[in-house]
């Protein structure tokens, strides 16, 4: 059971390349999401899916796109990148209902030069 | 606003001690989940604990407890006997029964460390 694969691990890009971060979950969860984390931020809330089709914006959504055409796939993409958006990158997916856990990917340490 | 405050942003603890991590939320919704993540150095995010807000009892899992006092809006982690390997950043964080979107919301995390 492989839970949730994000890929790459790591990513150095250039201002103003686009970019797609692969996230991937064999659990059959409706809810997917996508966070990005500073040093002394903690977590934060970046794009959102509660089922194919649906996405909805978190806390910090700007520069970052999402769809989610499967139930499995939550890929993020970064259309035009910048330095600010030079974060590690943690894709996580639950069931809805009931108060269960989050399972995270491995995360994705990104640079923008 | 939904909020989780995390207001300790290091701590230290001798090996063998228990520790508290403090954890305030902020919600208007009756019904809501309450959850702590380990993150050592590696970076994964390994879940400890989760208490619903519904739950009388405290939350315990092996050395880990939650304290929940629901009237104060807190959810404290309890680790108790320390060991090396739980020096970590530790985030605690909530998601929204009543809203039904599975969203979760993190603090900003407490860094502790093991003394041994």
């Known amino acids: 059971n492989a839970g949730v694969t994000q890929t790459p691990k790591f990513q150095v890009l250039k201002t103003g390349q686009s970019m797609t971060l692969q996230c991937a979950q064999d659990m059959n969860h409706e809810y997917m999401s996508w966070y990005r984390q500073d040093p002394g931020m903690g977590l934060r809330l970046i794009h959102y899916s509660v089922g194919a089709g649906i996405t909805d914006q978190g806390e910090v959504p700007n520069g970052y796109n999402v769809s989610r055409s499967t139930t499995e796939d939550f890929p993020l993409r970064l259309l035009s990148a910048a330095p600010s958006q030079t974060s590690v990158y943690f894709c996580?997916?639950?069931?809805?209902?009931?108060?269960?856990?989050?399972?995270f990917g491995q995360g994705t340490r990104l640079t923008v030069v | 606003a939904q909020k989780i405050t995390q207001t300790q942003p290091g701590m230290f603890v001798q090996e063998k001690e228990a520790v508290t991590l403090d954890c305030t939320y902020d919600t208007s919704d009756q019904s809501y989940g309450l959850f702590w993540y380990k993150q050592p150095s590696s970076g994964e995010m390994i879940f400890l604990i989760y208490q619903g807000s519904y739950d009388e009892q405290n939350a315990t899992e092996g050395r880990y407890s939650l304290n929940f006092q629901k009237a104060r809006k807190s959810a404290n982690l309890v680790i108790s006997a320390s060991q090396l390997g739980d020096s970590a950043m530790y985030f605690c964080a909530m998601s929204l029964g009543s809203s039904n979107t599975g969203k979760l919301i993190f603090g900003q995390g407490t860094t502790l460390q093991v003394k041994p």
């Open positions: 996580a997916s639950r069931r809805v209902s009931g108060n269960t856990e989050a399972f």
